[in-house]
């Protein structure tokens, strides 16, 4: 398991910004929950508009890609630049911050750190990952 600081985002968000200060987006949009506090972050660095829905021109992000469950959805709004902090499987059409084991939970600064263990339970059952 890995506790992530905030001092950890604040270097996500400052190199997501400088991959970013020269396009142009019509704002940022941060898939709920996780990617919310990167995009109100982002959205003060960028000088750009939050959004709270996908737009054609938008950058996306979300705090971490695993199965591709929800980053996949937004395949076809045109135009959009998506990052996320943490990916599991190597980037094909997202870009990422940083690679990590699949294997590995993380627990990012926003969660509730006494139940990160209980919150990885949840999260395995729910993917048939273990069985009570």
Not at 28 to 56: D, E, Q
Not at 80 to 92: D, N
Not at 118 to 132: A, F, I, P, Q, T
Request: with cysteine; hydrophobic share 35%; net charge negative.
């Amino acid at each position: 398991m890995k506790i992530l600081s905030w001092e950890e985002f604040n270097s996500c968000i400052n190199k997501i910004t400088i991959e970013c200060k020269d396009k142009q987006f019509s704002g940022v949009y941060g898939f709920p929950r996780g990617g919310l506090c990167l995009a109100v972050a982002l959205s003060h660095s960028l000088n750009i508009p939050y959004l709270n829905k996908l737009t054609p021109g938008c950058l996306v992000v979300d705090d971490i890609y695993e199965t591709g469950k929800t980053l996949n959805t937004v395949l076809g709004v045109p135009d959009i630049t998506t990052f996320v902090w943490y990916s599991k499987v190597t980037p094909k059409w997202w870009n990422t911050i940083e690679l990590t084991n699949t294997d590995e939970w993380l627990v990012f600064p926003w969660e509730n750190k006494e139940n990160a263990k209980e919150d990885m339970k949840l999260y395995l059952v729910s993917r048939g990952s273990l069985n009570d």
